[in-house]
Structure formats: structure tokens, C-alpha cells
């Protein structure tokens, strides 16, 4: 008789315990199966911070369009297992160092469109298998090199729509195998010649929608695996001899609405691989293009690989007035006189 009771005691524990892993917090909906479960809570208004009665193996969790604005050490203790974190579109604006502590698996972090101002500089320490960071949209001023400090494996950060007006020269210098950086609807004004040096393996870096005016010479030098580059929306004027050079892999360039009056010679010689995947790949559109002599090794160039470039119905001269609003290609050799 006692070991029916302690067997049937063994029962139901089992079910109690097993019962308890798959709680669902109030409001949120729940998935479980052998191998993978997730919570998501959207557009859950009630919900002001992370509900504590999350299953312990659950390996993605959604709380997104709610009005949770902080996020405290306890929040996801002991999730062994989770290995995405969406927490876009809510009201965040402190996080503590130590949440993201036991996360050793996670590898998908999206703080979209909160009110971060900072990070604290521990965040990311124990996170060292995360691949996709997004902060995108928040009130980010500055970025601290050693946010990214154990994120070797990170592949993918996207710091758009923030507020940064500079970067420190070694602000990714650890990020040796990022494959894409996303930095556009920003500030910034100026980038240091060796910002990315440490990045052998980016292929998409987006600057567009900044402040930049001009570049130092070597900017991209160390990105030779670059396939995308998009600088545009700036307020760029001149662009060095040589800044394209080492990209023998680029497939993309967007220069379009800008303030260049004129290119240097040769500056796409080496971009090849141009136009190869999506056959456009130059935008050269909406700059104040003066078309005289100084422009004839871009006709040159243009009329040679029209079909590589976009837009070529709004890649027009400003100026001499006589030529205003006629396509660089559709100009002649006696045009283009100084």
C-alpha cells in the first residue's frame, strides 16, 4: 500500500511539474512542442513589465506593442533555453545589466523602437552566441565599444534611427565577424578613416539618410567583402580618388541625393562585380551634376554600363543652364567643354 502511495505521489508530481513548464502568462498566447515553444504577448496594454511565470523552456519569447519600460535582473532567470528575444515597440527605457544573464543560448535580440538611451556596458557579457542585434529606433547618442565586447558571433546590428552624431574609431572592433551593419536616419557627420577596419567579413553596410559630407581616403578600404553600400541622403560634396578601390566585390552603390557636382577619374574602374546580382547596381540619381570636362569620365563610364544604373532618367546636369535637366547620357563630347 505505501509504495501505490508513493508511486501515485511520483504521478502526480509529474503532471503538476510537467503542467507548471507550460504555463501560459495571462493575456499571451503559447505554443509548446518536443523541441521548441514560444510566448508571445502583442499589443497587450495591461502589460507594464515581463509576467513571472514564464516556462523555463521556452526558446522564443514576443512581448511587443506594450507598455513594459523596464527590464530588471529577475526577468528571465533561469531561461536556459531561449534563443530569441522580441521586445520591439514597447516602452523601454532602463535595462539592467544582469537580464540577460542566463540567456547563454539566445541569439536573436530585437529592441526596436523604444526609448533607450543607453546600455549599460555589461549587457551583452554573457551573451556571447547572439548573432542578430537590432536597436533600431531608439535615443541612442553614442555607441561604447565594449557593449559588443563578447559578441564575436554577432552577424547582423542595426543601429538605425537613432541619434548618434559620432563613432569612436574602435567602436567595432570586435566585431570581427559582422556581416551586416545598418547605421542609416542618423547624425552622423564624419566617419574615422579606420572605423572599419576590424570588419573582414561585412557584406552590407548602410550609411544613408546622415549627415556625412565628405570621407577620409582608405574609409573602406578593409571591408573587401563588402556587396552593398548605400551612402545615400547625405549631404556628400566630393568623394576621394580611390575610395572604391579595394571593393572588387560590390555589387551595390547608392550615391543618389547627394551634393556631388562631379566624380574623380577612375573611381569605378575597379567596382566589376557591379550590377552583377540585380543587374542595377549604380544609383548616381538627384546630385547637382556640372557638366563640363570634369564630368567626361563618368559620361565615359555611363554610356559604357548604362544598364548597371538605376535611375538614369533623374541623373541629370544642374549646371551649365544650357544643359540644365538633361540626362548625362543623352549628352555629347562638345557638352562636356570647359
Not at 533607450?116 to 561604447?144: E, I, K, M, Y
Not at 567595432?172 to 559582422?178: A, Q, V
Not at 574623380?264 to 556640372?290: A, E, M, Y
Amino acid at each position: 500500500m505505501d509504495a501505490m502511495k508513493i508511486r501515485l505521489m511520483l504521478i502526480l508530481s509529474y503532471f503538476s511539474s510537467s503542467s507548471s513548464e507550460n504555463t501560459c502568462p495571462n493575456y499571451c498566447t503559447c505554443y509548446f512542442s518536443s523541441n521548441i515553444s514560444s510566448i508571445t504577448c502583442v499589443s497587450v496594454e495591461t502589460l507594464f513589465k515581463i509576467p513571472n511565470n514564464i516556462p523555463t523552456l521556452v526558446t522564443t519569447i514576443s512581448f511587443e506593442f506594450t507598455n513594459i519600460s523596464a527590464l530588471t535582473d529577475q526577468d528571465f532567470d533561469g531561461l536556459f533555453q531561449l534563443q530569441e528575444l522580441h521586445l520591439s515597440n514597447n516602452l523601454l527605457n532602463n535595462i539592467s545589466s544582469g537580464v540577460l544573464k542566463d540567456l547563454h543560448q539566445l541569439k536573436i535580440l530585437d529592441l526596436t523602437n523604444n526609448l533607450l538611451t543607453t546600455l549599460p556596458p555589461n549587457l551583452f557579457s554573457t551573451a556571447f552566441n547572439l548573432t542578430s542585434l537590432v536597436l533600431q529606433g531608439n535615443r541612442l547618442h553614442s555607441v561604447d565599444p565594449s557593449w559588443f565586447f563578447q559578441l564575436q558571433n554577432l552577424k547582423w546590428l542595426d543601429l538605425s534611427n537613432n541619434m548618434l552624431t559620432s563613432l569612436i574609431s574602435n567602436s567595432f572592433y570586435n566585431l570581427t565577424n559582422l556581416q551586416t551593419l545598418d547605421l542609416s536616419s542618423n547624425k552622423l557627420g564624419f566617419l574615422s578613416a579606420n572605423l572599419f577596419n576590424k570588419m573582414p567579413n561585412l557584406e552590407g553596410l548602410n550609411l544613408g539618410e546622415n549627415h556625412l559630407t565628405m570621407f577620409a581616403p582608405g574609409t573602406f578600404d578593409h571591408v573587401i567583402n563588402l556587396e552593398y553600400l548605400f551612402l545615400n541622403k547625405n549631404k556628400i560634396k566630393k568623394i576621394p580618388e580611390g575610395l572604391f578601390n579595394k571593393l572588387l566585390q560590390l555589387d551595390t552603390l547608392d550615391l543618389s541625393e547627394n551634393k556631388l557636382t562631379s566624380l574623380p577619374p577612375r573611381i569605378f574602374d575597379n567596382l566589376l562585380q557591379i550590377g552583377g546580382k540585380w543587374q542595377q547596381g549604380l544609383d548616381l540619381s538627384q546630385n547637382p551634376w556640372v557638366c563640363n570636362c570634369d564630368l567626361q569620365y563618368l559620361w565615359n563610364w555611363l554610356t559604357v554600363n548604362s544598364e548597371k544604373v538605376y535611375s538614369l532618367s533623374t541623373t541629370v546636369c544642374v549646371e551649365p543652364e544650357s544643359l540644365s535637366e538633361k540626362g548625362i547620357t543623352a549628352l555629347s563630347k562638345d557638352d562636356l567643354m570647359c
